[in-house]
């Protein structure tokens, strides 16, 4: 009896192990067929920072609907934060050999991720593609260094003066200024005591408080205007002169805005926020076009006046390009079919129609649609008129460093420094590091 029980307990073990064992084999031939099925379709891995929200879901739509129409690739986008958070996760996967397909940032990190040879050069595809001839000429000059192209862009912007015109009305200002001497006296006439108490409450301009980029940003165009480069003195000292006439006259506008009372400035690196504008505290503000679904919300009034001139007429290219990371022929391959995707008249449109950014593709800003857009928004004339002498911030691999040291003289400037004397420190401590960095380089 005790022998038969434990026959059938060793039969049941036996039965149990048999099917244990045949469920694992189906699952490993389950596991090795399944590549096998999908063989076929590459997947592409996007990191990106796209924000506003509502933008992701508009880069997503788009996507979508490339992955429809390439049923071999599949486009994966993963946002992995905003720009300034990027660097470090960038890095570390290209140290670890396990970087994304393709890549979205700011066309000023190209000189770093291609002295860490880690992006694929795309003039040899470029060239090669009808695409080119539509791409925007003035942004070339962000995609290109070392005779290589290194990015193409996903949309562009700059930055211009929105303006409030019922407190330019109020004011008896009837012509937007043109050049500085006529931006000094507009912002004058701005700043007044509306309320009787014999205090002013309202400015004619915000300034950005700040060394970070946004603050960089837009300052840089003043400094264009004002004939200012960021080029090298000679190729034996290859370090960018941030200490230039162009720089000294720009500083010196702000600070006499500053010192006349009629500018105040933004909270800390929050010089993008519009909330004085609004309240009508402030009459003007540089910004750019991503504002306009902000304030088609509000109840206030606004246009928008091109950036005053010195010497010429100067802006500077915004937006986010895309990067072709190094990973294998195959990949690449199935990546550059997107890049020309993106690049094309239909992305390019319902890109703008969705988020405010400026076509980078000609024949996307001459279609029916955009111009009917435009001419619902007037004022996005302004910043397309821009793009004609619009310059590029320098994508050299010390961007980061140049863009800190500006930044720092800008910001000190604001705080009531000489602005000579916070140029000289800053392009001695931009020189240092970039001699330094070279050195370790060596």
Known sequence: MILSKLSQALKMQLKLAACILLILN??????????????????????????????????QTLTDKFNKTHPNIQIEPVYIGQPDQQL???????????????????ATISGKLAELNAIQ????????????????????????????????????NNTAIFYRPSLFKAAGIKEV??????????????????????????????LPLGKGEWTVFTWLPFMFTAGGELKAATPQTPVPQI??????????????????????????????????????????????????????????DYAVMPIPALKRPAAVVGGENLFLMKTSPERERA????????????????????TGYLPINLKSRQSQAYQSFVEKNPVLRVFLEQMNSARARPIISGYSRLSENLGRAIEATLLGRNPQDALKESQERLTLTLDIATAKGK
């Open 26 to 59: 189906l699952l490993i031939l389950s596991g090795c067929e399944s590549p096998e099925k999908n063989s076929d379709k590459i997947k592409i891995t996007l990191w990106h920072g796209i924000n506003p929200p509502p933008n992701r879901d508009v880069f």
């Open 88 to 106: 470090p996760k960038i890095l570390t996967a290209i140290v670890g050999n396990a970087p994304p397909d393709l890549l979205w940032n700011s």
């Open 121 to 156: 050069p795309l003039e040899n595809w470029l060239n090669k593609s009808p695409r080119k001839a539509e791409i925007d000429p003035a942004l070339f000059e962000s995609m290109e260094l070392g005779g290589h192209t290194w990015s193409v862009p996903l949309g562009t």
């Open 177 to 206: 200024p043109q050049n500085w001497a006529q931006l000094k006296q507009a912002a004058r006439s701005l700043t007044r005591d509306t309320n009787g108490d014999g205090r002013t409450d309202q400015h004619g301009i915000v």
């Open 243 to 300: 200490d230039n006439p162009g720089s000294r006259a720009a500083l010196e506008l702000w600070r006499d805005l500053l010192k006349e009372g009629s500018a105040i400035l933004s909270a800390p690196e929050r010089g993008y926020e519009l909330d004085n504008f609004i309240a009508g505290k402030v009459a003007m503000q540089i910004t750019g076009p991503w504002t306009l679904a902000q304030l088609q919300q509000s109840p206030i």
């Open 335 to 354: 990546a550059l079919k997107f890049l020309e995707y993106v690049l094309g008249e239909e992305f390019q449109t319902a890109w703008a129609l969705g």
